[in-house]
């Protein structure tokens, strides 16, 4: 079930079962009739409370409570169930002059006040703990999740995007440079060994820096243009703004690859690869255009293939950043391929508003 419509479910479920035994505690535990217009006052103190939780829970997550540890959130979360207690008890004095519920000597008794604002305060904490159980689980599980997902991505990066067939690739073409051009042979050996160092790193950590990640995608295509030469072209249009956002590690390079594999390498005549990044509305526009056609998963073992890596591609997204990440692969005109992919600048650390 959508946890939005989950949390409402349990919001207003909760607060009209409280509502409820508050009718049943006056009628049995204290033997009197209960008016209509007592159990609109009842009505009306659980809506208080549903409206009350609902804020304290936005307050929460837009001010990150729910990122800190126990020492920084505890004070934080009592002084909220204060707070609740307080206007709840308030509210609750203010609606009973319309229905008739007023009573001044009681509204005013200290002793009244301090005794009814902890039985408040208690409801909200019970509220509090029950809410922040269920987040602590619910992250619990991500991070679970999540690293199952980056075992699987290192397993998959060590057998297909860097397999011995790339590595012996490039070393071929290392070889052949030598004799003719030393000195740019050095620079694709120190390429290759920052692609690996990268790859076995890439395990440690969910998110890199965007420049560090974009760092091992030039070092690809310049080994891959030693192997392609001339059929191989690359344009690159880098908003300086990318660095300032944190991706997937090995993810952009993974996709270029794609688009090289499955695209521009499969054309006799040669392609051009095209990495375009730029910043709107605070997320990482980041778009892979190559030469070539993408088709549908469907039939071949091959097609197949690609379609599980964009699966797990889509997957990594979803562990990572919830729904707040877009990815998407598809023909933008007869020979060219458009890869989008839209990254927020922070990844799922706690429950965002759509969770």
Do not use: C
């Amino acid at each position: 079930m959508n946890k939005v419509r989950l949390y409402w479910i349990i919001q207003i479920g909760g607060w009209t079962i409280f509502a409820f035994f508050q009718i049943l505690g006056d009628q049995y535990f204290y033997n009197r009739e209960v008016s209509n217009n007592r159990m609109a006052f009842y009505a009306m103190e659980a809506f208080f409370f549903l409206v009350l939780t609902h804020l304290y829970r936005t307050v929460m997550i837009k001010s990150g409570w729910l990122a800190l540890d126990f020492s920084r959130l505890i004070p934080r979360s009592i002084i909220g169930v204060i707070i609740i207690a307080v206007l709840s008890y308030v509210l609750r004095s203010l609606v009973s002059i319309p229905l008739g519920q007023f009573n001044a000597t009681v509204v005013f008794s200290l002793p009244n006040f301090l005794g009814l604002s902890a039985v408040y305060a208690l409801i909200a904490f019970v509220w509090t703990m029950g809410y922040l159980i269920y987040h602590y689980f619910e992250r619990y599980n991500l991070s679970l999740k999540r690293q199952a997902a980056m075992h699987e991505i290192e397993l998959n990066n060590l057998k297909s995007q860097l397999n011995p067939h790339f590595i012996f690739n490039s070393l071929n073409s290392i070889r052949a440079l030598v004799d003719e051009d030393p000195s740019r042979s050095k620079h694709a050996i120190t390429q290759l060994s920052m692609i690996l160092r990268n790859t076995l790193v890439s395990n440690q950590k969910s998110l890199t820096n965007f420049n560090e990640e974009f760092r091992t995608v030039r070092n690809y295509l310049g080994l891959e243009s030693i192997r392609y030469e001339e059929r191989l072209q690359v344009d690159l249009d880098i908003d300086p703004r990318s660095a300032d956002f944190q991706v997937p590690p090995l993810m952009l390079q993974t996709l270029v690859e794609n688009g090289i594999k499955h695209g521009t390498s499969q054309l006799k005549e040669g392609g051009v690869i095209h990495i375009r990044t730029f910043v709107e509305n605070d997320r990482l526009h980041i778009e892979i255009r190559n030469s070539g056609k993408f088709k549908k998963m469907n039939g071949s073992r091959k097609k197949k293939k690609i379609g599980l890596g964009l699966l797990n591609t889509k997957k990594r997204l979803e562990l990572i950043y919830g729904d707040q990440a877009e990815f998407n692969i598809d023909n933008e005109s007869n020979n060219t391929v458009l890869t989008e992919l839209i990254l927020p600048k922070h990844a799922q650390t706690y429950e965002s508003d759509n969770s």
